[in-house]
């Protein structure tokens, strides 16, 4: 081939390569960013409005329980007719780590009717948002609020040393957060917990979404010090003391599904155990239709029903 044909056919090959790469890019931004718009304003995860949850048959609930001083550290307690060492499910809720509350019924409702009446006790926490606590004050939030709930299961009929952590989108990087270093945690007094489901969050990896494009819903908590976007990535602080993680994450949103295999590779490759569930729902589904009947639901079951022999024999439906 001449020079002159192979130099054109070189360009014209890398201006394709280009133009390829920025579409590719570009679509991944967009699907992004409405996978976030779809849940609340100006791409802020949101699990719906507030209303009224309805309860199962004999379940009970103890609303606005105190784990701190502070307006926001509270959580309700949904407790099954008879507990009876029941193991205990922690939700936290999502909301850019600026909104939500711990009674949106996408966040409790479908949960509480399937695991509630099987045995299970569920709280749902609230805590501190932004402006008033950072995201390194709201994972110590999280984490006495799991020390409360644990010195008091036992009053509750529950098993204080059968607990597992769960959060959606701001609340599942926060339990992230405190699961790959539970050092965390137990400086807020907590004690260590089966394990924790991680629903779609796509904030496993801080520093490199600080680092890139990104959406502006992370300015505000993330600021602009790379050594605070390592102190709050999961996947920075990541210990060999880490506990049991199901990163579970929505194939509508690369980002979420790629900062879960990279946090699972890296725990897999230090010898710890986590999986990476993927799903083919929109973000605010991922938590919304959990509980649901759906091989999503069994599959959640699967991870939890590893983390101990009752967890599991209480899953048996």
Request: with cysteine; aromatic share 6%.
């Amino acid at each position: 081939m001449r020079p002159d044909i192979r130099r054109s056919a070189c360009l014209v090959f890398l201006c394709f390569a280009t133009t390829l790469l920025h579409a590719q890019t570009l679509r991944e931004r967009v699907a992004e960013y409405r996978a976030a718009r779809q849940s609340g304003r100006n791409g802020e995860a949101d699990d719906g409005p507030l209303g009224a949850i309805a309860l199962p048959a004999g379940v009970r609930v103890l609303h606005d329980v105190p784990y701190g001083g502070e307006r926001g550290q509270r959580m309700d307690v949904y407790l099954p007719p008879h507990a009876d060492k029941a193991p205990v499910i922690l939700m936290v809720h999502g909301g850019g780590w600026r909104r939500g509350d711990k009674r949106m019924p996408g966040v409790v409702q479908n949960k509480l009717n399937r695991w509630v009446p099987e045995g299970f006790i569920f709280v749902s926490v609230d805590y501190r948002l932004l402006p008033e606590a950072t995201p390194d004050v709201q994972a110590q939030d999280v984490a006495k609020a799991l020390a409360t709930a644990q010195a008091k299961a036992a009053a509750w009929g529950g098993d204080p040393e059968k607990f597992i952590l769960m959060g959606h989108s701001a609340g599942a990087h926060l339990v992230a957060l405190l699961s790959a270093a539970p050092a965390l945690a137990y400086d807020m007094g907590a004690k260590p917990w089966l394990g924790t489901v991680a629903l779609d969050s796509a904030a496993l990896d801080v520093a490199r979404i600080m680092e890139s494009p990104h959406l502006s819903l992370y300015d505000q908590p993330f600021g602009t010090d790379p050594a605070y976007w390592k102190k709050v990535s999961p996947l920075h602080v990541l210990t060999a003391a880490a506990r049991p993680v199901l990163a579970v994450c929505s194939t509508r949103r690369a980002a979420s599904c790629d900062q879960a295999h990279a946090f699972v590779d890296k725990a897999n490759n230090m010898g710890l155990y986590a999986e990476v569930l993927e799903e083919d729902m929109a973000h605010g589904e991922i938590n919304e239709r959990l509980g649901l009947p759906s091989a999503y639901t069994d599959a959640v079951e699967s991870f939890m029903s590893t983390l101990d022999p009752v967890v599991g024999q209480r899953l048996t439906h």
